[in-house]
Every structure is written in structure tokens, then in C-alpha cells.
């Protein structure tokens, strides 16, 4: 008899592995990943096709976006040519062209949501002490492993007082740990409104909230056409402000709050696909740019890094668009609309219909952030996605759902007593 639920904290710990290793070895992340995607990405096609997905709503949407992922990555296959090429391919590729979409099917069954949320409550204490303890937290290192407890965040008002003290401090801790990471600004705040509605939540609420996920999912488009028009910049807004510092005294960093780091990636995003008529369809999976960070003489480490050409960007839908063009952008927005929309008009619980909200905030953030790459974050995102599709979760009322989520945070354990 195959134990599923075990298989859940083989990915959830396996996900963390190259993310901890990196953090002590920089620029050391193939082998790590390698050595624990496959393995994970085995158990996760075995979940998947032991199980029937009879309430999981909008299934079509999501193998469109699981198939057109896995032709992307099959492009890449054809495309590569040097050892960089297959190297990115089986690691960086293989993870967020086919393992990370399959994570939204886990997020799609009651069974597998408690669990893996049980496991998460395991995994975040541990990368607490060793982010603590002082591995790197660039945006890149391990810390940014800890934006998996987003969904841990929007789930504080059904939790008991001891769980509420440690989310608590556990945001307290991200946002403060490195505050020059400005992702982790904008997602606290949305994060502290989701939990505030709890309190106050009410129909006029809802309709805010339907009203912001509008705005959430088509202003950022708006902006896109705009940008690349050449009408309006978003990103240069800032530089006709004073600029506001914030400063992480025991790292001996500054950041300006305002300043452009992401109108140089977008241009050499948009540039390459343009001159090499790749639009609708990207550059497929071992796809890369020229860059604008190779163009400085006296950086030799960018010029050496990136001596091939850049695979990707820190923004996940600029990713998408290398890779999958027009095309692939416009089906991630659609997973988002079709999830978001679920999630928040066909709930009866505010949990869900706050994550709605959350994952429609992320579209947002995946313009400036977010890159779809293998650790526990990545896989928490699409997990949630997943959660907005899952029929029997929206279906719960507020005493069922938040009996559901104790019932699996009861003690830290994995024992099937008290379980729903």
C-alpha cells in the first residue's frame, strides 16, 4: 500500500535541499537540484496519477498550462546545443516547465492541502534557525525560502493562540531579516490587510476585495502595453521622487525603495524577441537574451556569467514571456483569472476568498518578482493556486474549514488521529 501522505514531506523537504546548500556554497545549485528534483518530481507524477480529480474545478485550464509548459520545455530539447544549454535545461527548466505546474494538482485535492500545510509548519522552524544563523539572505539565498509561510500567514485567524505567536513573529522576522528585499514589504502588507478582513469581513468587504482583484490582475497589463509602447514607465516613476532609503544596519546595506532595477531586464527581454521574431511563442526552454549587464567592461562577473546570454530574469511573467512568448504569459494569466476568481466569487469562507485575493496580488508581484525556480516557495505559490481550485475547500463554511486546518496542525505530527 503506497503511504501518499509520506510522499508530501519527501517534496517539501527535498525542495529545501538546494536552497540550503546554495546559501553555503554560492553558485553551486545543479547538483543539488538535480539530486532532488527528479526524485520529487517521480513522487508527484505517482500522486497524481493514483488519484481522480472528480471536485477539482477548471481542469482543462490547468493541463493547457501544464501542456504548454511541457512543449516549451520539449523545444528545449531540440534547441540545445552547448553543455550551459543541457545543464539549465534538466535543472532550472525541468523545474519550472514541469514539476512546478503538476504542484498545482496537489493544491487541487482536500487530501493533500493538510498535509502538506502540516509539513510546512515542520519545514519553516528549521529554515528559521538557519537563516538565523547567519546563511545568506540575498533575495536569492535561503531566506527567500521563508516566503513560503505566505499561505501559513493567511490562515492566522483560524489558528490557536500559540500558532497566531509564532506567525507573528515569524513575519516580524521576514520582514525585518533583510529589509532592503522589497517583495517582502509589498507582500507583508497584503498579507496584514487579508488577516485585518477577517475580523471586519462583510459584504462591502467582498465587493473591495472583487474590486482589487480587478485591478490586481489588468493593471499590471495595462502598465506592460504602455511600457513596452514607450508612453509610460512605471518603473522610472520613482526617479521623480526623493528617494527613500531604508537601511539593514547589520548587514551594512542600503536600498532605495523607488529606485529601477527591472526596466534594463525588460528590454532585453523584449528586444531579443523582437529581433528574433520569437514573440508569440518565446525562446523556448534553454531560451537566453543578450544583456544590457555584460555591456560594462570593468564587470567581469556578469560578462563571464552570462557569456551565453542571460536564461532568465527575477521577474516570473518576464520569464514566461522569454520562454513562452505572448503566449505563455497570457495562460498564466488566465490560470491566475480563472483560480482568483473561484477562489473569491464561489467560496464560503473568507480563508479562501482572502487567498483569491492573495494569489490575484501575486500576478502583480510576478511582474518585479517571484522567479519560477525549484525551492519550497516556487512550489508553495503554485500549490495555492491549486487550493483555488479545489471544490471541496471553497465548499467548507468558517467552522468546517478552520476544523480542517487543526485537525492537520495538531501537535506537529503526522498521525491519522483527528484528521477530516
Not at 509548519?121 to 539565498?141: C, E, K, N, Q, R
Request: proline share 3%; aromatic share 16%.
Amino acid at each position: 500500500m503506497i503511504n501518499k501522505i509520506s510522499f508530501i514531506k519527501l517534496i517539501v523537504l527535498a525542495s529545501l535541499i538546494p536552497s540550503l546548500y546554495l546559501s553555503f556554497n554560492p553558485g553551486k545549485i545543479v547538483i543539488p537540484t538535480l539530486l532532488t528534483l527528479y526524485p520529487s518530481l517521480f513522487l508527484l507524477i505517482i500522486l497524481i496519477l493514483t488519484e481522480r480529480f472528480v471536485l477539482m474545478d477548471e481542469k482543462k485550464t490547468v493541463l493547457i498550462f501544464v501542456l504548454y509548459w511541457l512543449f516549451t520545455f520539449s523545444r528545449g530539447i531540440y534547441d540545445a546545443k552547448t553543455f550551459q544549454d543541457w545543464t539549465v535545461l534538466l535543472s532550472h527548466s525541468a523545474s519550472g516547465f514541469v514539476f512546478l505546474p503538476l504542484t498545482i494538482y496537489l493544491g487541487a485535492l482536500k487530501k493533500f492541502v493538510g498535509p502538506f500545510i502540516q509539513n510546512l509548519f515542520i519545514a519553516i522552524p528549521v529554515i528559521f534557525i538557519l537563516t538565523h544563523a547567519g546563511v545568506d539572505s540575498s533575495p536569492y539565498g535561503f531566506v527567500k525560502t521563508l516566503s513560503s509561510s505566505f499561505l501559513i500567514f493567511l490562515m492566522f485567524p483560524l489558528l490557536d493562540k500559540k500558532l497566531k505567536l509564532f506567525v507573528i513573529l515569524l513575519l516580524f522576522f521576514i520582514v525585518s531579516y533583510d529589509i532592503t528585499i522589497r517583495s517582502s514589504i509589498l507582500y507583508a502588507i497584503v498579507i496584514i490587510l487579508c488577516i485585518l478582513t477577517y475580523y471586519f469581513r462583510s459584504n462591502e468587504m467582498l465587493i473591495l476585495f472583487k474590486i482589487m482583484r480587478k485591478a490586481f490582475l489588468f493593471i499590471p497589463l495595462l502598465l506592460a502595453l504602455l511600457g513596452a509602447a514607450g508612453t509610460f514607465n512605471v518603473f522610472q516613476i520613482g526617479g521623480n521622487y526623493k528617494a527613500i532609503e531604508i537601511t539593514d544596519e547589520e548587514n551594512n546595506q542600503k536600498q532605495d525603495l523607488l529606485v529601477d532595477s527591472r526596466t534594463g531586464i525588460y528590454n532585453d527581454v523584449h528586444t531579443s524577441l523582437f529581433e528574433q521574431n520569437r514573440v508569440l511563442f518565446g525562446l523556448g526552454g534553454v531560451g537566453k537574451t543578450d544583456t544590457f549587464l555584460t555591456k560594462n567592461e570593468n564587470n567581469q562577473i556578469y560578462r563571464k556569467l552570462y557569456e551565453e546570454g542571460r536564461r532568465g530574469t527575477e521577474a516570473r511573467i518576464l520569464s514566461y514571456y522569454q520562454w513562452g512568448g505572448v503566449l505563455g504569459g497570457l495562460l498564466y494569466l488566465l490560470l491566475i483569472l480563472k483560480a482568483s476568481y473561484l477562489a473569491m466569487y464561489r467560496s464560503r469562507n473568507w480563508f479562501m476568498t482572502t487567498l483569491g485575493l492573495f494569489v490575484s496580488f501575486s500576478f502583480v508581484m510576478s511582474f518585479i518578482a517571484d522567479p519560477p525556480v525549484y525551492n519550497l516557495s516556487s512550489f508553495t505559490s503554485f500549490l495555492m493556486v491549486g487550493m483555488c481550485f479545489n471544490r471541496e475547500l471553497r465548499s467548507m463554511n468558517e467552522k468546517e474549514i478552520k476544523a480542517y486546518l487543526r485537525s492537520h496542525l495538531k501537535g506537529f505530527t503526522l498521525t491519522k488521529n483527528n484528521r477530516i
